[in-house]
């Protein structure tokens, strides 16, 4: 069992930053990769980015270029770096953390809330 808390969420204006954290906790060694995913009100959970054990990440098209995802050296917390918000990144976001490729035996956090309003 894997227990993940996200944290750094908030209200802020667009073009402004914020960075999530995901703390996990629990039987953490042989985690493969961590992802975050968001939903907005109204549409489907959708991956933004991913980081694996070996430091490979990935990103959505639609924040290349202004997302980051990075992790300590000891692989927690996982950080999401969030710089040129825009209004349509305003969703809750969810650390995922899975053993495997394929997200088979993953486990959620309960979200935390990312507003982009002026």
């Known amino acids: 069992q894997v227990q993940l808390v996200e944290s750094g969420g908030g209200l802020v204006q667009p073009g402004g930053s914020l960075r999530l954290s995901c703390v996990a906790s629990?039987?953490?060694?042989?985690?493969?990769?961590t992802g975050w995913y968001r939903q907005a009100p109204g549409k489907q959970r959708e991956l933004v980015a991913t980081i694996t054990s070996g430091g490979n990440t990935n990103y959505e098209d639609s924040v290349k270029g202004r997302f980051t995802i990075s992790r300590d050296n000891a692989r927690n917390p996982v950080y999401l770096q969030m710089n040129s918000l825009k209004p349509e990144d305003t969703a809750v976001y969810y650390c995922r953390a899975s053993y495997d490729s394929s997200w088979y035996r993953s486990y959620w956090g309960q979200g935390t809330q990312v507003t982009v309003s002026s």
């Open positions: 629990g039987s953490i060694f042989g985690i493969y990769r």
